[in-house]
């Protein structure tokens, strides 16, 4: 599976957009990208996929270049119950087995 | 949307002994589940893919002796430590198969310290 990588922390003010990049440069052409987030001693929580066009759910917005070589996560409005470990991963459909790298520590201030 | 249990949420145990911790799917039949450890401060760690009425396949590096993983219905997989030891000690969660894509639900994760 392809390998991401992501900054290692990025702090956003609450009630503002809070956008979080992903590079993946070697994806193939059936990789999905998908978010995951983690809150402190919790399991992951899904966020959100994507294959090749933007999508949107109720928790956030991914924005996937049309080289398919990086893709950002939008939060419109953070919170401070926001604050986590985002991790975006790269991987088949098939087996669905999800690698996590190191993710992006968020911190939602007041 | 599909919850996943696990029990017990942390564990303490003396080394050498055996501790199982269970994964259920609560409202949905997952044939596939999923088994990570976390230490602190590090991301997940894939250890095992565990099908339904076949044996576990264990990732590169992990003793399938040691981490017996049983997933012996469509809603309850397994995971005994088997002669524990302090290295041992970590988060242990479990996730079941999604109907999407690479889509995964998690456990709350349970906390194991060997003594």
């Known amino acids: 599976d392809a390998k991401t990588t992501q900054p290692t922390s990025m702090d956003c003010a609450e009630g503002r957009a809070a956008n979080l990049p992903c590079n993946h440069s070697t994806i193939s052409g059936n990789e999905y990208v998908y978010w995951y987030r983690q809150i402190h001693s919790q399991g992951p929580q899904y966020i959100i996929h994507g294959l090749k066009n933007n999508e949107t759910n109720e928790m956030a917005s991914l924005i996937i270049t049309e080289d398919r070589k990086s893709s950002t996560l939008i939060l419109p409005h953070a919170t401070l119950r926001d604050t986590a470990v985002y991790y975006c991963i790269v991987g088949k459909a098939a087996g669905n087995k999800l690698t996590f790298g190191g993710g992006t520590r968020v911190l939602v201030k007041p | 949307g599909a919850v996943v249990s696990q029990h017990p949420s942390w564990v303490i145990c003396k080394s050498g002994t055996s501790v199982k911790i269970e994964c259920r799917s609560l409202d949905f039949q997952a044939t596939t589940m999923f088994w990570y450890r976390q230490f602190p401060k590090q991301s997940l760690m894939l250890m095992a893919t565990?099908?339904?009425?076949?044996?576990?396949?264990?990732e590169q590096g992990v003793e399938k002796d040691k981490f017996l993983i049983n997933h012996a219905s469509l809603t309850l997989s397994t995971l005994t430590v088997t002669s524990a030891h302090p290295e041992d000690s970590s988060f242990y969660i479990c996730s079941a198969r999604g109907l999407a894509p690479g889509e995964q639900y998690f456990g709350p994760g349970t906390r194991l310290t060997v003594t």
């Open positions: 565990s099908n339904e009425g076949s044996k576990a396949t264990y």
